[in-house]
């Protein structure tokens, strides 16, 4: 016994077809995969963080060392854990989380749950930042 399909049910398969592939290619050509690794922890020391802004001394192309900062981006709290949504606006895990320490390339944390009772201690690594002549740039 043959089946066939109906032109309703042909109609619905190239609609979620349709929905897939563009919720693939959003979620593929979304800012967060866009960020390559951070570099700035190779060529800077004494990294610090005091809200969102990380600072650093940072070597110079001249042999030198500046002290320079940038605000983080993208990084937030969701329900307990640091996730980086690729996005450019500040930081804000800074809000709900605490006890936040650089280490290297990597943001630690403990960050409250939606609840507010429960902290979870995480990290993430910082994507994107590099030593560009003494300063921290994305």
């Known amino acids: 016994m043959a089946t066939t399909t109906t032109n309703l049910e042909q109609f619905y398969f190239r609609i979620i077809t349709v929905f897939s592939l563009t919720l693939l290619t959003t979620i593929v050509a979304s800012p967060a995969f866009a960020r390559s690794p951070s570099t700035f922890q190779n060529s800077c020391r004494n990294t610090s963080l005091k809200s969102n802004v990380l600072s650093a001394i940072c070597r ?79």
């Open 60 to 138: 110079k192309r001249d042999g030198g060392e500046q002290k320079t900062g940038i605000i983080l981006r993208g990084i937030n709290n969701r329900d307990g854990f640091l996730v980086d949504d690729g996005g450019n606006s500040p930081a804000s895990f800074q809000a709900s989380c605490f006890g936040a320490a650089v280490i290297g390339d990597e943001l630690l944390a403990n960050c409250f749950k939606i609840n507010r009772t429960n902290a979870v201690f995480n990290k993430i690594k910082i994507q994107g930042i590099r030593n560009e002549n003494g300063n921290l740039k994305y």
